[in-house]
Structure formats: C-alpha cells, structure tokens
C-alpha cells in the first residue's frame, strides 16, 4: 500500500487549507482512516478518523475548525482545515484508524504563520 499525501503549503493563522491522501494498492472503501500529525519536537498524533461509512470523530482542539471526508472512487482521504491556528503546525499524514498500519508516506507540511 501507498499513501501519497498533498496539499499542504504555508498559510496565514486563520486561513484554511485542504489536504488529500491518496491510497494505493488497497480496497480503500473498507478501511475506517485518519488523518493524523506530528509536530517538530512531538509525537505523532491522530487528528480526525472516519469510518467505513463515514462517521467521524476529532480531537478536541480542531472541533469546529476541521473537517475529514472520503471520496471512496478515488481512494482518497481529505481534510479541509479552516480557522487555523499556529499550533496546528505540523506535517499531516494519513492512515488507518486501527489496526496493522500502512506504511507512513511523507505526509504534507502545514506551516501556519502568526
């Protein structure tokens, strides 16, 4: 399997930023997945999860702000982030909710600029 993850970029606090992960070589329909960050100096961790059949869940901290969704005929997750803060900094990668992970991918930078 491969994630191949895009869309982040350098915005201001505030600002929104849709990013997307693309799975390869899996029956993506399904996997429940996530997204999930890391920030520099932290661990890894997860940030939004959907189900099989679309039920989602965050971390309190992007409630309200963040968004994850799936185009099950594209094997493509995304995450559309509004109202964003300087904390939420990190690289963004996407994988299964549960169970025996995929392999990471690169992920995608998100810088947010105070």
């Known amino acids: 399997v491969q994630l191949q993850a895009s869309g982040g970029g350098l915005v201001q606090s505030g600002g929104s930023l849709r990013v997307s992960c693309k799975a390869i070589?899996?029956?993506?329909?399904?996997?429940?997945m996530a997204w999930y960050r890391q920030a520099p100096g932290k661990e890894r961790e997860l940030v939004a999860g959907?189900?099989?059949?679309?039920?989602?869940d965050y971390i309190d901290s992007v409630k309200g702000r963040f968004t994850i969704s799936r185009d099950n005929a594209r094997r493509t997750l995304y995450l559309q982030m509004n109202s964003l803060q300087v904390e939420d900094t990190a690289v963004y990668f996407c994988?299964?909710?549960?169970?025996?992970?995929?392999?990471w991918g690169q992920g995608t930078l998100v810088t947010v600029s105070s």
């Open positions: 959907i189900t099989s059949d679309h039920s989602t």
């Open positions: 070589g899996t029956n993506f329909r399904i996997f429940d």
């Open positions: 994988n299964r909710r549960s169970g025996d992970m995929w392999p």
